[in-house]
């Protein structure tokens, strides 16, 4: 069964780091588009990131660019979202998506879509707090 699972959240101070995991399991990131997602008390949820499959570029949301960095280790197909000078409006449910045909230009990420619940495979999400 294919199966994301998202690690790392937890509570955090303005100004503080911290690094999500995303550990597949039952099929193969390589192929795969990776999107980061979030969903804020209140909100709706919202992309952050887009990694391509098939040049490794990522394209992020204006107001992550410079502090989120998104990678991948492809022996331990896993993915991470690197989170540095957290705010507190970064507060919410993180969640990552892998699908083989997700456009990464940054279209929806832009225009707010969420395209999460159409992903071929979606983790369930790890809360992060930032309070001091």
């Known amino acids: 069964q294919e199966k994301l699972v998202e690690s790392g959240g937890g509570l955090v101070q303005p100004g503080g780091s911290l690094r999500l995991a995303c550990a597949a399991s039952?099929?193969?990131?390589?192929?795969?588009?990776i999107g980061w997602f979030r969903q804020a008390p209140g909100k709706e949820r919202e992309g952050i990131s887009c990694?391509?499959?098939?040049?490794?570029?990522?394209y992020y949301l204006d107001s992550v660019k410079g502090r989120f960095t998104a990678s991948r280790n492809h022996a331990k197909n896993t993915v991470y979202l690197q989170m540095n000078s957290l705010k507190p409006e970064d507060t919410a449910v993180y969640y990552c998506?892998?699908?083989?045909?997700?456009?990464?230009?940054?279209?929806?990420?832009?225009?707010?879509?969420?395209?999460?619940?159409?992903?071929?495979?979606r983790g369930q999400g790890t809360l992060v707090t930032v309070s001091s």
């Open positions: 039952g099929f193969t990131l390589d192929d795969y588009a």
């Open positions: 990694s391509s499959a098939m040049n490794g570029s990522t």
């Open positions: 998506g892998a699908d083989r045909l997700l456009d990464c230009s940054g279209t929806y990420i832009d225009m707010a879509v969420d395209v999460s619940e159409y992903l071929e495979v």
